[in-house]
C-alpha cells in the first residue's frame, strides 16, 4: 500500500471517529434493548435512569439542525458516592426498528451524590418533536458484571 492508501485509510478512520461510529460495536439486540428494566438494583442500590434529548436548531446551526445529543443521568436515591460503584459505558437510542449505538463523549462525566451524568454526541437527526427509549450499559465496579438500564418514551427537544 502506498502513501496515497494509507491517507485514504486514516481520513476513514478519522470520519468514523468524528461522526460517532463506535468501533466496537455491542451484540445487544433490539429486543434486548426494548426488555431491559426501567430500574435495577446492584448490591441493595437500586438505580433509575432519566434523560435529556435535543436537537439544536440555533440560527448558527445548519439549516436542518445539528445531530442529537443525549445528556444521561443514572440516578441512586440516598447514595453518597455513586461514581465510586458503578459507571455508565455505552447508549443506545431506539426509535421503532432504528438504534442509535454509541459510546459516552470524551468529557468529563460527573457524578455528584447519587447521580451519574455523561453524554452521548452526534446522534442521528431523528426529531424534534418524536419520543425514543434510552437505554444505557451500567458496570458494577466492584464484580465487572454489566446491566441494561431503560428509559421508555423520552422526547427529543429542539433548541432554537
Known amino acids: 500500500m502506498g502513501r496515497k492508501g494509507l491517507i485514504i485509510i486514516l481520513l476513514i478512520c478519522l470520519v468514523i471517529i468524528l461522526v460517532g461510529i463506535p468501533l466496537t460495536p455491542s451484540i445487544v439486540s433490539l429486543q434486548d434493548l426494548q426488555t431491559a428494566p426501567e430500574k435495577i438494583e446492584?448490591?441493595?442500590?437500586?438505580?433509575?435512569?432519566?434523560?435529556?434529548?435535543?436537537?439544536?436548531f440555533m440560527p448558527i446551526s445548519p439549516p436542518d439542525g445539528r445531530p442529537l445529543c443525549a445528556v444521561i443521568k443514572v440516578k441512586a436515591p440516598g447514595e453518597t458516592a455513586i461514581s465510586s460503584k458503578i459507571d455508565a459505558t455505552r447508549l443506545w437510542?431506539?426509535?421503532?426498528?432504528?438504534?442509535?449505538?454509541?459510546?459516552?463523549?470524551?468529557?468529563?462525566?460527573?457524578?455528584?451524590?447519587d447521580t451519574l451524568k455523561k453524554?452521548?454526541?452526534?446522534?442521528p437527526k431523528w426529531g424534534p418533536g418524536i419520543s425514543v427509549d434510552v437505554v444505557?450499559?451500567?458496570?458494577?465496579?466492584?464484580?465487572g458484571k454489566n446491566y441494561l438500564l431503560r428509559a421508555s418514551n423520552q422526547a427529543i427537544h429542539r433548541t432554537s
Open 136 to 143: 444505557v450499559r451500567i458496570i458494577d465496579l466492584k464484580s
Open 93 to 113: 437510542v431506539v426509535k421503532g426498528k432504528e438504534i442509535w449505538e454509541t459510546e459516552f463523549a470524551n468529557e468529563e462525566g460527573s457524578a455528584i451524590g
Open 42 to 56: 446492584i448490591n441493595g442500590t437500586e438505580y433509575t435512569l432519566a434523560t435529556y434529548l435535543q436537537r439544536d
Open 119 to 123: 453524554i452521548g454526541r452526534a446522534g
